[in-house]
């Protein structure tokens, strides 16, 4: 898959978009070593701190159904005029998944008209993770 099949992956999760509060939907693709994907959306609530990002929820899915490692790139969509970047919460979601199978997946931050591409450790320097426990 390439890195465009991702983004069209994204952009297909947040079509399933649950934000009538903010109406900001955000789609997130997984790309992993084995070429499966795993894609999500943003899911809003009622009461605001109980919203999830999409990426959290694509890596939930994944962890889920046991992926454990091999993430390789992760897409990013959403509204607006600029590419969107991970939250910080979904940057450290992302990176506990990515160092359970020793990677430094390629974000791909995407906008309307620009994909910006950097590195999760670009985005998390310096992060705590599953080794900061030993």
């Known amino acids: 898959m ?6 069209a992956a994204a952009r297909q999760a947040a079509e399933n978009s649950y934000s009538p509060y903010s109406n900001f939907a955000v789609g997130s693709a997984l790309r992993f070593a084995d070429g499966s ?3 999500g959306t943003n899911i809003e609530n009622a009461s605001y701190g ?3 990002c999409a990426e959290t ?3 939930s899915k994944a962890m889920a159904d046991g992926v454990r490692g091999g993430l390789e790139a992760v897409a990013v969509t ?17 990176n506990e998944l990515a ?11 995407v906008g309307p ?16 993770g599953p080794a900061s426990l030993d």
């Open 99 to 109: 160092q359970l199978g020793g990677t430094d997946p390629l974000i791909l931050c």
């Open 57 to 59: 929820v694509a890596v």
């Open 78 to 94: 959403g509204p607006g005029d600029a590419p969107i970047t991970p939250c910080g919460r979904c940057r450290q979601v992302l």
């Open 2 to 7: 390439t890195d465009e099949d991702l983004i």
């Open 50 to 52: 109980l919203a999830l």
């Open 37 to 39: 994907v795993v894609t």
């Open 113 to 128: 008209d620009e994909t910006r591409r950097v590195k999760l450790s670009e985005l998390l320097p310096d992060a705590f």
